[in-house]
């Protein structure tokens, strides 16, 4: 009934992550009643995006670069090294401001059910980055869910033969976290890593 | 720090409607992700959509064709026109799949906080149409909001002298709507419009 070119716009943005059918026509709607100031510079974008961006060769993170803004920032402290499962979390870390170290771009986690095996992340070149560059420390920067907390060991078995310095983030009571809120797990953890003041 | 590219589209797609920052990130970091599934057609659609959808010479609905694709149904009943506002409230009305008539859409509302005048609505198109074409009803559906009800009182003292029978929705409690959770002004025009069973 509805002209097919709209429909499947609307279609594509609602399978978007984060929009459903409501929100991807609305959206829709907007870019083209902004056409000149939404739609055209958000067209041009994208294509930007399409053909410039890759993952860095060194550490998989997005840019135009190669290396990437990162690996070719001089001012990074090159002794250690931040491995973290996409780019969003490598984002993450980046807007907190406190880490000044490399990082490694997993690209995923170890997942049995969705079939992610070891061979589908990036985590050969992780192993030969760290036989040939002297890193003090490797950060095992892993979400705290199950899928995470499995990548965390098995890398971790992979690089504590090396003798380098293995960490990962700690656990506890998020900032602002209100202690009645907070899930069984967390607040034991929290109370088992509690800290003399 | 980050490169502008992949910046300037987060940032164009977190001026959209629905969208923040964190999840315009998310969303293109999706799309760079799938490349093939996702961003590629994506950029098509808009691309087409930005050359072929234009605003029907007719009604205002939008289309790759003029006359749309409403306004060139044979099975649409012309005697009856629904005023809307914007093209997203088309679109409800045809989800409903009730409405069977002809529409009118106004590409606004009048607003004195946002300088929208009777001259910058699709006001004057209706006119001439209602002059022109012999409709037997015009529902003005507009929203129950401030500006909504203006443009309502507006319009239809316009119409009013050329004899039609101008309506508008009811207003009441909404289905499924929990009469304790409904706002005094809502609660109080249902009770006033109650019907006898």
Redesign the interface.
């Given at each position: 009934?509805?002209?097919t070119?709209?429909d499947?716009?609307i279609q594509?943005?609602s399978?978007?992550?984060?929009?459903g059918k409501r929100?991807a026509?609305?959206?829709?709607?907007?870019?083209?009643k902004k056409?000149e100031l939404?739609?055209?510079?958000?067209?041009e974008?994208?294509?930007?995006?399409?053909h410039?961006?890759h993952p860095c060769s060194f550490c998989g993170c997005?840019?135009?670069?190669d290396p990437?803004?990162i690996c070719s920032d001089k001012n990074r402290d090159p002794s250690i090294l931040c491995v973290v499962q996409?780019?969003?979390d490598l984002?993450a870390f980046?807007r907190t401001g406190s880490f000044h170290g490399l990082y490694h771009v997993l690209g995923g986690v170890l997942s049995a059910l969705e079939g992610v095996g070891p061979q589908d992340l990036n985590i050969q070149k992780l192993l030969s980055k760290v036989q040939k560059q002297k890193f003090d420390e490797i950060v095992l920067a892993t979400n705290a869910t199950l899928e995470g907390q499995t990548t965390f060991h098995y890398l971790r078995d992979l690089l504590i033969p090396s003798g380098i310095k293995v960490t990962r983030l700690a656990f506890g009571v998020p900032l602002g976290g209100e202690l009645h809120y907070l899930d069984e797990g967390t607040l034991s953890t929290a109370l088992k890593a509690r800290q003399v003041q």
């Amino acid at each position: 009934m509805m002209h097919t070119s709209l429909d499947h716009l609307i279609q594509l943005f609602s399978k978007l992550p984060g929009l459903g059918k409501r929100s991807a026509e609305r959206l829709v709607l907007h870019l083209i009643k902004k056409k000149e100031l939404a739609l055209y510079p958000l067209i041009e974008a994208l294509q930007e995006t399409a053909h410039n961006i890759h993952p860095c060769s060194f550490c998989g993170c997005l840019d135009v670069r190669d290396p990437c803004f990162i690996c070719s920032d001089k001012n990074r402290d090159p002794s250690i090294l931040c491995v973290v499962q996409d780019m969003s979390d490598l984002l993450a870390f980046e807007r907190t401001g406190s880490f000044h170290g490399l990082y490694h771009v997993l690209g995923g986690v170890l997942s049995a059910l969705e079939g992610v095996g070891p061979q589908d992340l990036n985590i050969q070149k992780l192993l030969s980055k760290v036989q040939k560059q002297k890193f003090d420390e490797i950060v095992l920067a892993t979400n705290a869910t199950l899928e995470g907390q499995t990548t965390f060991h098995y890398l971790r078995d992979l690089l504590i033969p090396s003798g380098i310095k293995v960490t990962r983030l700690a656990f506890g009571v998020p900032l602002g976290g209100e202690l009645h809120y907070l899930d069984e797990g967390t607040l034991s953890t929290a109370l088992k890593a509690r800290q003399v003041q």
